[in-house]
């Protein structure tokens, strides 16, 4: 699934080529996403109207409209939005085209459909938009994203430290990969009760949050199944990956094997040197 550096790195693809075009017109497949496709306001708000900006909140997109709408997409696990010449032949799982005024063709393609588009009609985005920013969690970037609010999380949480930073009611945007990896150089054992952790802990993870979220977003993303970015070339952090995937692999820091087991339902790689579990 698209991780916050995948879904910013099509935001940046995207909000050049975007700005200041107007969508002449609006075509969808007759396939369901992870909800209707929301026909009915895709005519009235977004056809004939021009995209102002592209903004991002957690892993959704938002494009902004002139008019005041906003256009929300999920990628959910195969999404991936292009721009494409509009005469080129749709693709069997473009479920969502948005016909631009110099030819171009934004695609939304979606092989396993759980992807989700979303409108809000001008006279309630605010409301509709602060409702939805209230149910998502701490941007890593953001200036919320700070030891005494994570130490405030995880008071009374008895929850491991890598299921508090995947809760995206919590921390918002980061999936399996990052978190594994923001755990490994923080050398924190995922497992580790987040309740335990010290604010010097903490520190470490919120600097190592941001530094590996920012590689990834200079890399293009982690491309491990089949992210594409609005171009169509994939991306290339997964080249970077100092534990993910690397089941029995050499750790990178002290040699030790890289351990997988399964939390929450999760594959998780750490090195049981540099991440040891303390109780």
């Not at 991780?3 to 497949?29: D, I, K």
């Amino acid at each position: 699934m698209p991780e916050l550096p995948e879904v910013e790195v099509t935001r940046r693809g995207l909000l050049a080529p975007l700005s200041g075009r107007t969508v002449v017109r609006v075509s969808w497949s007759a396939h369901r996403l992870r909800g209707p496709i929301p026909r009915k306001l895709l005519q009235e708000h977004i056809a004939a109207q021009q995209i102002r900006t592209i903004d991002r909140r957690a892993k959704y997109l938002l494009l902004r409209m002139v008019n005041g709408a906003v256009l929300v997409i999920h990628l959910g696990m195969t999404g991936k939005l292009g721009l494409i010449q509009g005469q080129t032949t749709l693709h069997k799982h473009d479920h969502l085209v948005l016909h631009l005024d110099n030819g171009l063709d934004v695609r939304f393609n979606d092989s396993r459909r759980f992807g989700s588009i979303v409108v809000w009609p001008p006279d309630h985005a605010a409301q509709l938009e602060a409702d939805f920013s209230r149910k998502e969690g701490l941007e890593p970037f953001g200036p919320a994203f700070i030891a005494d609010n994570l130490l405030a999380l995880a008071r009374g949480r008895r929850v491991a430290v890598k299921s508090l930073l995947m809760n995206s009611r919590l921390i918002a945007g980061i999936g399996n990969i990052y978190a594994n990896e923001i755990l490994f150089a923080a050398r924190i054992a995922p497992q580790q009760p987040a309740h335990l952790l010290t604010e010097k802990e903490w520190g470490r993870i919120i600097q190592e949050s941001r530094r590996i979220l920012q590689l990834a977003i200079d890399a293009g993303g982690s491309s491990i199944s089949d992210f594409l970015g609005v171009s169509g070339h994939p991306g290339y952090f997964q080249l970077q990956l100092a534990v993910y995937g690397r089941k029995d692999a050499p750790c990178p820091r002290c040699g030790q094997a890289i351990l997988k087991t399964i939390q929450g339902g999760r594959a998780t790689y750490h090195c049981p040197g540099c991440q040891p579990h303390v109780e």
